[in-house]
């Protein structure tokens, strides 16, 4: 047999090709066709009386699964007499129809001379039904009581085309499968779907296609769009591609948290079929979904090439959930006649193309397409705030402009955060955010099991990469109704939607590819020096392409912006150098009296590399030329996490390493000079603001001074060689009255340029202007914000998940 099977798919390796070939090319004729002669038919839409539903289940030989499970669905219809219950028999020869008629008189029975499958007598029941609402349910189904009215309660809006219930098992051990909360993605030529757990949705939230055996439907529209296809007899995906086409047609999918049933996991199929069969009709199908249902030729010539691959590696390596395969394929080019046709017949339906109506069911692009046109500019806008990192303590720069923005935001907007941690002991200390935020989330990021040196992507963007935390996003913009999107750092632009609505602001702490160059400048090592060139490229293409998505982006200063528009010179409208890098000035003391003589002070968290270099370069080159001149200075270390390579530095007689300090201000205050020895990187050094603001006089290189120093003597002095490094740390050391001056200048720069309220002001401006361009109705209407908010999150709530 196995030697039987293999010289058939052999045989069906040869022919493959031209089968694809015949198939394509049917296709194509079909599309042209169509363009010619092809008419749209897409009435308007109208809401379903959601008074009373018709509850079909089709039936073939379920004698057992009936008497066990029909009694709960007669139960939960009992309340509404206009309600109905309809069992469609498939021809069976268990005696389940006389059963059915004999013990539940009240039931509508339909007697088939014939199986017509599950689509089939489906589609029968449907015809017959007299409610506008029809609850489709398998045999195996048991339903909770009350299951209904929530189910009937989303078809007030009219374009919700069906509604999903909440699916268990009756076994609570047995892991869900399928839960009616769907999700599907386009991926290596097919349709990809999987069932969520998500236990945070309370109410009906977007899903791409409602479970044929546990779903509600608007009967006229699912008679629209042709009922479940026939091409797919026996059975499965029929109810995935009813979910997508009602999506191109335009509709909504939905999913009912509050309406459960119980599952006895393809009771009516796999007790019925060999597992062998059912393998074999879910790969012919998942062949014939895509020729029906796929128009853009890029992504069916994808599906083409996919597909023999697959199919391939099926034929080497053994079948495998998800994949394709030969005798797959040649069942479904003996339909393609079938196919053309179901083509032809979605093609009229469709109102949005492929990549739209995948997108649709995910909760940021539906709320953008769907909510967002619709609602007033709220009095206080709903941000969305996404971090990469901890904010809470804020031990690196980024970490200090994270939460000064969201301090100084929060009297004025609605802030919900969400965001990655590199380690689980992180996660309690960001509970403190939820006293200024309404809700706060935050995740362990999962570590790159893989380095994949051929990827396209940056390293930096893939190891923040992660399916998970994209559905928390977009869950929480869906859910708490939020109007803007502010993302933190390069890496999270991957998270950005091309959204119509919903403006997409982006902080560039720095220019990653910048920073990669300036790092890779500094390195000895051809290996280093290769390896940090092609991220460097990975970076460039990266930001490039992804930065003309977003609305407008935020950078640190002037240099970055122009720096960029080298690049980018089309983002000449939509870079802000003064919206973000700031500090709270009103919570540094300026104090110049009372400092130890004759110290350094170095900052910096040690977990981002140019801090390590920097130190490096400050120990061994420019801290012996200090004290050759001055033997009695002190370089003081402030900073957490210090690699191991640096554990030398705590035996040093002119060394002071404290570690991490839980307020900067103290060393600021205390220590006579602050050094910033920064040779790569990029953006703003937060650093230096609070050594300005607290009023220590400062010596940087000109990287690490960039956007606040363009020359020495103006603010703090600017040294790029180690020499002159060194003579500008022992001039301020020994000279009060330049010192002085260059302290209180550098005090003045931050009160009048860089204070954290101010720049957030503008910053909640600029928010409000992009909101208000992109609703069709700018009214400002804070009474319908309100009542918007309290009908989905609560009024005023704050909520934090860890």
């Not at 869900?176 to 993605?185: P, V």
């Not at 803007?484 to 609505?501: C, I």
Request: charged share 25%.
């Amino acid at each position: 047999m196995m030697l039987l099977r293999f010289s058939i798919g052999i045989l069906l390796l040869i022919l493959s090709p031209l089968l694809l070939l015949v198939s394509a090319a049917v296709l194509c004729a079909t599309d042209l066709c169509f363009a010619v002669f092809g008419r749209k038919r897409l009435p308007p839409a109208a809401a379903a009386d959601n008074r009373a539903a018709s509850v079909v289940i089709p039936n073939w030989n379920g004698h057992d699964l009936l008497e066990k499970y029909l009694p709960s669905v007669i139960d939960g219809v009992s309340g509404n007499p206009r309600n109905e219950v309809i069992v469609v028999d498939n021809a069976s020869t268990d005696g389940s129809a006389d059963f059915v008629a004999e013990r539940f008189p009240q039931v509508r029975l339909i007697r088939c001379d014939r199986n017509l499958g599950f689509g089939g007598g489906s589609n029968l029941g449907f015809r017959e039904a007299k409610n506008d609402i029809v609850v489709l349910l398998n045999s195996d189904m048991r339903v909770e009581s009350d299951f209904l009215a929530p189910l009937l309660e989303p078809f007030a809006d009219p374009l919700v085309f069906s509604v999903s219930c909440q699916i268990f098992f009756s076994d609570p051990e047995k892991r869900r499968e399928e839960t009616g909360l769907t999700q599907g993605w386009w991926g290596q030529g097919r349709f990809r779907v999987r069932h969520r757990v998500d236990d945070e949705i309370a109410k009906p939230f977007p899903c791409f296609y409602g479970g044929g055996g546990s779903s509600a439907y608007d009967r006229h529209k699912f008679l629209e769009l042709g009922g479940f296809d026939e091409i797919l007899k026996p059975f499965y995906y029929e109810d995935t591609d009813l979910g997508f086409m009602a999506w191109k047609r335009g509709w909504k999918v939905l999913y009912q948290p509050r309406s459960i049933v119980y599952h006895e996991h393809r009771g009516t199929i796999g007790r019925k079929f060999s597992p062998q069969y059912i393998q074999g009709v879910l790969k012919k199908n998942a062949v014939l979904m895509v020729w029906k249902n796929i128009h853009s030729w890029r992504m069916l010539l994808a599906h083409f090439a996919g597909c023999f691959a697959s199919s391939v590696h099926t034929l080497i390596s053994g079948d495998q959930p998800g994949s394709f395969s030969f005798p797959g394929l040649a069942k479904a080019f003996f339909q393609i006649g079938g196919a053309a046709a179901s083509r032809w017949r979605a093609r009229s339906l469709a109102a949005v193309n492929d990549r739209e109506a995948f997108r649709r069911h995910i909760g940021g692009y539906f709320r953008d397409r769907f909510d967002a046109p619709l609602e007033p500019v709220p009095s206080r806008l709903r941000v969305l705030f996404a971090a990469p990192y901890a904010i809470e303590p804020p031990l690196h720069g980024g970490a200090v402009f994270m939460k000064l923005t969201l301090e100084s935001l929060a009297p004025l907007a609605r802030l919900h955060v969400i965001g990655m941690l590199d380690r689980p002991d992180e996660l309690a200390r960001q509970e403190s955010l939820s006293r200024f935020c309404q809700s706060v989330r935050f995740n362990v990021r999962r570590p790159l099991r893989t380095k994949q040196p051929s990827s396209r992507l940056p390293h930096a963007v893939r190891e923040f990469a992660d399916s998970e935390f994209e559905w928390r996003l977009h869950r929480t913009l869906y859910q708490e109704h939020i109007d803007v999107v502010q993302l933190e750092y390069t890496q999270f632009a991957q998270y950005a939607g091309d959204y119509k609505y919903i403006p997409c602001f982006l902080f560039e702490h720095d220019l990653y590819f910048q920073s990669v160059a300036r790092t890779m400048n500094g390195l000895t090592g051809a290996g280093r020096r290769v390896q940090y060139g092609l991220e460097y490229l990975r970076a460039l293409r990266y930001e490039l392409r992804m930065l003309p998505r977003m609305t407008r982006i935020q950078v640190c200063g002037e240099h970055n912006a122009a720096y960029l528009r080298q690049f980018l010179p089309d983002l000449r409208e939509r870079l802000d150098t003064d919206l973000r890098a700031g500090i709270q000035t009103r919570n540094y003391e300026y104090s110049r009296d009372g400092r130890e003589p004759n110290t350094l002070l170095f900052v910096g968290s040690f977990r981002h590399e140019p801090n390590v270099e920097a130190l490096r370069w400050m120990v061994s080159e420019i801290l012996p030329r200090i004290t050759a001149m001055k033997p009695e200075a002190q370089l003081v270390i402030v900073g957490s996490e210090p690699p191991p390579s640096l554990g030398f530095l705590v035996n040093h007689p002119n060394i002071r390493f404290t570690g991490y300090v839980e307020d900067i201000r103290g060393p600021l205050a205390r220590y006579a000079v602050f050094v910033c020895p920064v040779r790569s990187g990029s953006g703003v050094r937060v650093k230096l603001l609070e050594a300005f603001a607290a009023g220590i006089p400062a010596v940087s290189t000109s990287i690490g001074a960039e956007g606040l120093a363009g020359a020495s003597g103006g603010v703090c002095e600017i040294a790029d060689s180690s020499d002159e490094f060194a003579k500008a740390a022992i001039r301020l050391l020994e000279d009060p009255q330049h010192s002085d001056d260059l302290a209180a200048h550098a005090r003045h720069l931050v009160e009048t340029e860089k204070d954290g309220a101010v720049i957030t002001k503008r910053l909640e401006s600029m928010y409000r202007k992009e909101v208000t361009l992109r609703r069709p109705s700018a009214a400002l209407d804070g009474e319908a914000e309100t009542e918007c908010v309290s009908t989905r999150a609560g009024k005023g709530s704050a909520s934090t998940a860890w």
